[in-house]
């Protein structure tokens, strides 16, 4: 049973890989000629910025979660598996929310001597709305890690690129006739509103499947 669900895990995550990096080229090379060589080297950029900061908001909360939650989940302890799950999700929303705050703080001696480009202090500012979201995503993608289900964040993950294709591409059409800022600030608009929107989801789809789960009296436990 245990190798049956390994390998179904194993196959539904090497397909939403599969799918997230075709769409993923697909969608880059129309953002190439909706924005330019020097939007996507901007974008590029920016990006790699907010990937260092998602790296402090995220770091290892994945991963303890999942330990923590399986140790809990498999004594039958849903009040336990319960606590380290807001515990952590509190942890990730006041490193997200400070690493935030940083950012937007910075944004201006960012963009000017790091990034080399004062266009991009505006999407700095905007990339940040999506931090917590992640925080908090990576919290309950290690609960499912536990719950060895990988079906729930792989469907999330391919909603999320979903609305963020559409979302950029209906924001680019709609602001690139102000100039390469607000373009580049409308596609970072897009990947906050599809971080929200994946993690929306995928918590609410985690309040269902923890309802369900049956929790072992305190004396089974001890």
Known sequence: ??????????????????ILRLAGIFFRVWMASAIGAEGMGLYQV????????????????????????????????????SRT????MIISLIVAAATSALIIFFAKPISIYLINDSRAELSLKILCMGLPFM???????????ARRSSVPPSLCQILEQTV????????V????????????????LGDCIAEASGTIVLYIIFKIDFSKIKSKSKDALT
């Open 173 to 188: 059409k709609s602001y690139s006739h102000l100039g390469l800022e607000a373009t580049a600030a409308a596609v970072m």
């Open 85 to 88: 799950l807001k515990l952590s």
């Open 1 to 18: 049973m245990k190798k049956v669900l390994f390998i179904k895990n194993a196959l539904i995550l090497t397909a939403t890989a599969l």
């Open 46 to 81: 920016i990006i790699s910025v907010y990937v260092l900061a998602s790296t402090f908001a995220t770091s290892g909360i994945c991963t303890a979660v999942t330990r923590i939650a399986t140790d809990r989940l498999s004594i039958g302890d849903k009040t336990g598996a």
């Open 135 to 145: 925080g908090v995503c990576s919290c309950v993608r290690g609960y499912f890690l």
């Open 164 to 171: 963020r294709m559409v979302v950029i591409v209906l924001l």
